[in-house]
Structures are given as structure tokens and as C-alpha cells.
Nanobody
Framework: EPHLVESGGESVQAGGSLRLACKVSGTTQRRYFMAWFRQAPGKEREGVAAIATDGTTTYTSSVKGRFIISRDNAKKILYLQMNRLNAEDTAMYYC?????????????????WGQGTQVTVSS
């Protein structure tokens, strides 16, 4: 089964950019739907962006036009390019993988999770 490790989270000023990475090991990444979720203190885990095995992408409305999800199946890395960050993007960001995913931004659809990487945006 896949083992997921996120990296790239840090503190950044509003308007700035970050790129998160999720390294997948233990399996073939291309077989899995992959997604990024985030959770802010006191809030539920939210689906941010997802990418299917055929490369189809899905975004939550608040990040459309600002974030880009991509996958490098050869390197087994999932990326999230985050641009024009604002304070509402502050959260712990998690990488997730699942084989049978119907609702791409629903956390319960994903079986495998990383430990998270913290993104803090200051205004």
C-alpha cells in the first residue's frame, strides 16, 4: 500500500506562492486517484484539489485559478502549486490517495493519507 510524505509547507506573506510536494512510495502512483486536502484549526478537513488517473483535475471553488495540482508518475510525486495565497489558505495540508474514488474532493473516499505539512499565510 502507498506511503505518502508531504513537504514544502512554510510561512509566507499574503500574495506569495508555495509548491507542496507529496512523495509516494510502496506502490505505483499511477494506479491511484490523488488529492490535496487541508484542515484549519476548528474546521473540518476540506478537499482542495484532486487529480484522477487520467489526469483530470478537480478544484474547490476557493482555489480555482490560483492552485494547480499535478502528478509526476515516473518520480511518484504529487504537487500542489499555490499562487496568490491569502490568510484563508492557512491550514495543515494533507496528501491523500485512493483507488476507487467517486467524489474526488470527499475525504472519506481516500484510504491513504500523509502526515501533513503546515502552510501559514500572514497578511
Amino acid at each position: 500500500e502507498p506511503h505518502l510524505v508531504e513537504s514544502g509547507g512554510e510561512s509566507v506573506q499574503a500574495g506569495g506562492s508555495l509548491r507542496l510536494a507529496c512523495k509516494v512510495s510502496g506502490t505505483t502512483q499511477r494506479r491511484y486517484f490523488m488529492a490535496w486536502f487541508r484542515q484549519a484549526p476548528g474546521k473540518e478537513r476540506e478537499g482542495v484539489a484532486a487529480i484522477a488517473t487520467d489526469g483530470t483535475t478537480t478544484y474547490t471553488s476557493s482555489v480555482k485559478g490560483r492552485f494547480i495540482i499535478s502528478r509526476d508518475n515516473a518520480k511518484k510525486i504529487l504537487y500542489l502549486q499555490m499562487n496568490r495565497l491569502n490568510a484563508e489558505d492557512t491550514a495543515m495540508y494533507y496528501c491523500a490517495a485512493g483507488m476507487y474514488v467517486a467524489d474526488h474532493l470527499r475525504a472519506l473516499e481516500y484510504k491513504y493519507w500523509g502526515q501533513g505539512t503546515q502552510v501559514t499565510v500572514s497578511s
